[in-house]
């Protein structure tokens, strides 16, 4: 399954390792939830970053305390029709400021790539080939938005009022 | 009559067909015995255990370019093995709405 | 009217690009049907007995004599030259193909018309009081805040996948038109006492197999705040919705669930975390929206012109002037229903040269503007009193005069087994032999207001619940039986009504009504007390054994 990131399909650095089997000595891995809160310090002091897959049936609230040392969280999309995890992305995100890599699993599609990033993820595990292919010309499907998010863009509103500033101001 | 579209399991109680819509046009098709579909209910393939019923189910549902909302549906077969739809909900499919669509001309009340 | 500016266009247009290879995708087997269908039904089509169905959006009601011409066009072009008007005031197409989806779609958005989000799990349309900006005593028009709301909600990343539909309406006057106690989030506009405007907004109504009328959880959010809050209650509903049983999925089931304090207070919790946010309304926001809508300027015009005292004298038109035109905010001017109920037709229709018909009639006598009621009846909401007479002489030549509005015969159904899919049984033809059972205009108007509901299945999209009568059809061993009940309301006093007795059959069912309706004509008080008001007063128990007394 392509990982992308960046834009792009990128090599994932990070491992998934199930619950149960042993930790590779070194290096980025990606841990259940279950597993990260039995002992979050063990997995901080290894060498290699500590990334989380966390459900989409649980607040992120047991999440927060960890955040600024998680090098990715993984949030879920069971069915893509699922859209907890754009509530859980967003406030991570834009209440809890978190700044590490956010990747979308499960059923991650090309339709739902603008919502995604609109909700803050950077990082997509991608269920078909030609879908992460096709990710960079389908972020561009999308030149105008209604609603602010944590993305930073100009919304409608606020874009109509920098118009007509700018047009009274003789611009 | 209560919706095919939550069948759960897969039991008839008579002769019966597989259909579904055209998926660019949404048309009502029958699935024939060829593993195809056709317009003509009289082109129907018809089935009369459960076992066989699920097996074109399952044929036709794999056919997912072709036709979507696939279901088991029953007919009646009259004189001559002529195939006729087993409840109301099929005669509309085949033969359309029971109430007269609008005249296109202005103010013709519509034939009930 | 708002007027769509660049920014609106290029969403629209960005939108049709979108779907148009979402389909090709479709076509060529990329895209299979699971993974197709939420896209398709995000623009509003849905697969029906017979064809595809096309749910095009009609944003609080609200159209131009351009985009109604345009709705024309479609019906004629990609349809079988008519279209259905809904409960929710959009308009629907019954025959459409989908592979020539994203033509019509291209062909509605040059006028700044679309489907987006008409169905799918996600926010639908923000509905509205037909005669907004028009009514006499209305606080504020509604729909600057429906537009605003429309927008907030439009491809809105966090809340596009829901567990469920989710529906607003907004109300601004005393007497609701717009059903706003069963949608899942319901607005009432006031003044609070500095005189600025809010909302009482009201959570988890709706109707379908568990109905629920909805339940205030905050009496006063400032206009400032609506978007902020509104994102609160969204916010909880996708998280602690239900997704593992699709009729259990409304947030009127949460609400039901938690309870109303609880949930108040975890909306409440959300809220107070990012009311200062990015969502506050500031004046210069709402401004600017409320800028975009054109008022027509009214001319001083006198409230009995010559015209109309002439008129008086036929009775026909008299009869329909007392039944169809409505008292409007500028002296001289009327607001005018039109009926989509001919006696005999199916409720909500019209056909493309009745549009195109009417579409001429807005642009003289109505500033261009027409609206689309819950109710499946049309209005034009500007026409100088002195028009009256020609306008009325106009819409009869094309069936769009029948002076039955708000009468028995004025019936609400949805479309049934005739074409959907999701029915048990056929609405059309019931709503039809009514029409013609009550067809006498006297007859009606002695029975007086009376409203009729009807639905083909659970769902509800008849809205029968809340019919002073409401007809249900179900399925009994292969048969369309019909459970009644009277005595709903879907106004500011609302109220889902009562069973009356046993299901009857498909032929009983006229004959049940007339029998309820004699029942009434019976019991009433005085004649000027309203059906409705008689089952209130009495109970369901004298009607039941009057109609079931010889069954």
Redesign the interface.
């Known amino acids: 399954m392509p990982l992308v990131k960046g834009g792009k399909i990128t090599d994932d650095i990070f491992v998934h390792v199930v619950d149960g089997a042993e930790l590779p000595a070194d290096g980025a891995v990606l841990v259940s939830a279950a597993r990260f809160l039995e002992n979050p310090e063990a997995l901080f002091a290894r060498s290699g970053k500590v990334g989380v897959i966390w459900p989409n049936n649980r607040?992120v609230d047991d999440l927060v305390p960890h955040l600024e040392r998680l090098g990715a969280v993984a949030l879920v999309f069971p069915t893509?029709?699922?859209?907890?995890a754009?509530?859980?992305a967003?406030l991570l995100r834009?209440?809890y400021l978190y700044r590490g890599e956010l990747r979308a699993t499960g059923q991650v599609?090309r339709?739902q790539f603008?919502?995604?990033l609109?909700?803050g993820f950077d990082a997509f595990e991608v269920k078909k080939q030609?879908d992460a292919e096709a990710f960079a010309q389908t972020v561009q499907?999308?030149?105008?938005?209604?609603?602010?998010?944590g993305d930073g863009r100009l919304?409608?509103?606020?874009?109509?009022?920098q118009l007509?500033h700018s047009e009274s101001a003789g611009l | 009559m209560t919706s095919p579209l939550e069948q759960k399991k897969i039991k008839i109680a008579g002769p019966s067909i597989v259909t579904a819509n055209r998926t660019w046009d949404g048309a009502v098709i029958y699935r024939t015995a060829g593993q195809g579909w056709s317009a003509d209910l009289a082109d129907a393939a018809i089935v009369r255990t459960s076992d066989e019923a699920r097996a074109l189910l399952a044929e036709s549902v794999a056919d997912d370019l072709g036709a979507i909302g696939a279901y088991i549906a029953p007919v009646e077969i009259g004189d001559g093995g002529k195939i006729e739809p087993g409840n109301l909900r099929e005669q509309i499919r085949r033969s359309g709405v029971t109430i007269g669509l609008p005249a296109n001309a202005i103010g013709l009340p519509v034939q009930a | 009217m708002y007027a769509y500016d660049e920014i609106d266009r290029t969403l629209v247009n960005e939108r049709v690009a979108e779907f148009r290879d979402q389909v090709k995708r479709r076509l060529s087997g990329e895209l299979t049907e699971d993974e197709f269908k939420m896209l398709r039904l995000q623009n509003g089509v849905y697969l029906q007995l017979h064809a595809y169905m096309f749910r095009v959006a009609i944003p609080y009601g609200t159209l131009s004599s351009k985009q109604l011409r345009r709705l024309a066009h479609v019906a004629r072009r990609y349809d079988r030259g008519y279209g259905h008007f809904t409960t929710r005031q959009n308009i629907q197409f019954n025959w459409i193909k989908l592979a020539e989806l994203p033509d019509a779609l291209a062909d509605l958005a040059e006028v700044g018309i679309h489907a987006m989000q008409t169905s799918g799990n996600n926010t639908r349309n923000v509905t509205s009081d037909q005669w907004a900006g028009v009514a006499p005593g209305e606080i504020e028009d509604p729909r600057i805040w429906s537009e605003i709301l429309r927008q907030y909600t439009t491809l809105h990343p966090e809340f596009s996948f829901l567990p469920r539909k989710f529906k607003f309406a907004i109300t601004a006057s005393a007497h609701d038109r717009a059903a706003i106690k069963v949608h899942d989030i319901g607005l009432r506009l006031l003044k609070n006492e500095a005189g600025e405007t809010g909302f009482e907004v009201l959570v988890g109504g709706g109707l379908g197999r568990t109905p629920f009328i909805g339940k205030t959880i905050k009496p006063f959010v400032h206009g400032r705040d609506l978007l902020s809050y509104v994102e609160a209650i969204m916010r909880v509903y996708n998280q602690y919705g239900r997704r593992d049983n699709i009729y259990k999925a409304r947030i009127k089931i949460l609400v039901h669930e938690l309870g109303v304090e609880k949930f108040a207070a975890e909306v409440e919790e959300e809220w107070q975390q990012m009311r200062d946010g990015a969502l506050k309304l500031d004046e210069e926001v709402v401004e600017d929206i409320r800028s975009r809508f054109y008022y027509p300027t009214y001319e001083k015009l006198p409230h009995m012109p010559d015209e109309l005292r002439k008129a008086a004298q036929d009775p026909k038109f008299e009869a329909w002037r007392t039944n169809s035109v409505f008292p409007h905010k500028a002296q001289g001017y009327a607001i005018v229903t039109i009926s989509l109920k001919p006696v005999g037709g199916p409720p909500g229709d019209a056909t493309a040269d009745q549009m195109d018909a009417l579409a001429d009639l807005a642009d003289k006598y109505s500033f261009g503007e027409i609206r689309v009621g819950h109710e499946q009846n049309l209005a034009l909401p500007h026409v100088a009193r002195r028009d009256l007479p020609e306008l009325w002489k106009a819409l009869d030549k094309i069936g769009l005069a029948t002076p039955n509005v708000n009468l028995i015969s004025d019936i609400i159904a949805c479309p049934g087994l005739d074409y959907c899919s999701l029915a048990n049984a056929r609405s059309i033809p019931i709503a039809q032999e009514l029409t013609r059972r009550f067809a006498n205009h006297d007859t009606a108007n002695l029975i007086g207001r009376l409203h009729i509901n009807i639905s083909g299945c659970i769902n509800a999209c008849g809205h029968h619940h809340v019919g002073h009568i409401g007809i249900l059809g179900v399925e009994k061993n292969g048969e369309e039986v019909y459970q009644i009940t009277i005595g709903g309301r879907a106004d500011e006093k609302a109220e889902l009504g009562t069973l009356i007795g046993p299901a009857v059959k498909f032929d009983e069912v006229a004959d049940v009504i007339e029998d309820v309706v004699e029942a009434y004509l019976a019991l009433r008080a005085r004649p000027d007390e309203l059906f409705v008001d008689t089952v209130k007063r009495l109970g369901v128990e004298p009607f039941r054994e009057r109609v079931y007394a010889t069954r």
């Open positions: 607040d893509f029709r699922d859209g907890r754009y509530s859980q967003r834009e209440r599609l339709d603008v919502f995604m609109r909700a030609a499907r999308y030149s105008v938005f209604y609603q602010p998010t919304t409608a509103l606020h874009r109509r009022m007509r």
